[in-house]
C-alpha cells in the first residue's frame, strides 16, 4: 500500500482534504501546529523531509492561504508539479485533477506528471468522512534560514470574536449599504443572530471594513449554514466565496440582481428598513 502525506490542522477543510487524500493510499500526517509560529518555509522543509523518509506518493493540504502558501514554497524547492484548488482527483501514472479556475467560475482539467504531485483541495468542495485520525510523522528542528518568514503578531478580527471562515450564520453587506455608519444595522442582526459579519469588495475598496471582513475570490471562502446578503449585486468574484453556503437569503432593492437569482430566499426592497425590521421581529419573539 503506497503512503500519502497530509497536512493537517484542526479545520474541517483539512479534513475534507484527508477525505480525497485517502484514495492515494494510506495517509500520514505533519501537523501544521508542529511548527509555532507558523512559518511556511518551516513547514514546507518539514513535508520534503517526511515526503521523502515515507517515499509519498502525494503531498496533500487544504487550499487554504496557509495550506497553498506552504505547498508553493515546497514546489519551488522540490521542482515537484502542484496543483492547487483541486475538487477531485483521480490517481494513476499521471494524475488527473479538476480544479477550480477563476474563482469558480471555470473547472479545469490537468494531468500532472511527477513522481510526487502536490495537490491542494478547494475548502468545502468535497464531504469529509469519518475515517481513522492518521498518524502523524516527526520531523527535525527548522534551520535558522526556514523560520526567517514566521507569524510575529495576530490581530483580533473585527467581527466580535466569531471567525468568517467558520461562521454558521454570516450577515454579509455590500455597496448598497452606503456607507460605513450604515453597517451599524448590519452589525446589530449579526449580533442578534450570533452571526459573524461579512462584506463585498466594494465595501473594502471603499474603506468601510477592513479586508478581513471580505467575502469572494480574493477574500475569505465560507460555508456558512445561512448567508445574508444585503445589498450585495452578485458578482462572480462575490459568489466564488459562497459555494460552500447552504442557504443564501439576499436583500436588495432589484429583483434581478445575479444573487437574488441565486438565492434559496428573496426579500425586495430598501434595506435599511428591511434589516432593522427583522432585528426588531426577532426581538419581540424573545
Ligand atoms: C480580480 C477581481 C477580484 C474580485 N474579488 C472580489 C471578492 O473577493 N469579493 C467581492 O465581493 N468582490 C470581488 N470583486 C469585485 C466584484 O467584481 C464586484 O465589483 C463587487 O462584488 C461588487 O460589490 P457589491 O455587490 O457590494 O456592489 P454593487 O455591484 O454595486 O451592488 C450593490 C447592490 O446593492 C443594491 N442596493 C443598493 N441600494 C440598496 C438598498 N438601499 N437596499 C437594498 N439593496 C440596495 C443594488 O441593487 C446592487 O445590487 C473582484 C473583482 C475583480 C476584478
Given at each position: 500500500m503506497t503512503t500519502v502525506l497530509v497536512l493537517m490542522d484542526q479545520s474541517d477543510p483539512s479534513l475534507q482534504t484527508l477525505t480525497l487524500a485517502r484514495k492515494f493510499g494510506e495517509p500520514r500526517s505533519l501537523r501544521m501546529d508542529a511548527i509555532q509560529p507558523f512559518a511556511p518555509d518551516a513547514v514546507a522543509a518539514g513535508l520534503a523531509q517526511a515526503a521523502e523518509e515515507l517515499n509519498a506518493s502525494a503531498v496533500f493540504a487544504a487550499g487554504t492561504d496557509r495550506g497553498n502558501e506552504v505547498m508553493a514554497r515546497l514546489a519551488a524547492r522540490t521542482g515537484l508539479p502542484f496543483a492547487a484548488n483541486c475538487i477531485a482527483v483521480t490517481p494513476g501514472e499521471s494524475v488527473t485533477v479538476t480544479r477550480l479556475r477563476w474563482g469558480g467560475s471555470l473547472l479545469e482539467e490537468a494531468r500532472l506528471h511527477g513522481p510526487r504531485p502536490l495537490i491542494t483541495v478547494a475548502p468545502h468542495t468535497v464531504p469529509a468522512d469519518s475515517g481513522p485520525a492518521p498518524v502523524d510523522v516527526e520531523v527535525k528542528a527548522p534551520s535558522d534560514a526556514d523560520l526567517?518568514?514566521?507569524?510575529v503578531d495576530h490581530v483580533s478580527p473585527?467581527?466580535?470574536?466569531?471567525s468568517l471562515a467558520e461562521a454558521k450564520v454570516i450577515v454579509s453587506g455590500g455597496?448598497?449599504?452606503?456607507?460605513?455608519?450604515?453597517?451599524a444595522i448590519i452589525e446589530e442582526l449579526a449580533g442578534l443572530l450570533g452571526a459573524a459579519v461579512g462584506c463585498s469588495r466594494a465595501v473594502t475598496s471603499a474603506g468601510w471594513r477592513p479586508h478581513s471582513d471580505q467575502v469572494g475570490q480574493t477574500g475569505t471562502k465560507v460555508a456558512p449554514d445561512v448567508y445574508i446578503a444585503c445589498?450585495?449585486?452578485?458578482a462572480t468574484q462575490h459568489m466564488a466565496g459562497l459555494k460552500g453556503a447552504k442557504r443564501i437569503v439576499a436583500i436588495n432593492s432589484d429583483p434581478q440582481a445575479p444573487l437574488m437569482l441565486n438565492a434559496d430566499y428573496t426579500v425586495t426592497g430598501d434595506l435599511k428598513e428591511i434589516v432593522p425590521a427583522i432585528s426588531a421581529e426577532i426581538r419581540k419573539r424573545r
Open positions: 526567517v518568514v514566521h507569524v473585527s467581527n466580535g470574536g466569531v455597496r448598497g449599504v452606503g456607507s460605513q455608519e450604515g453597517f445589498g450585495i449585486s452578485g
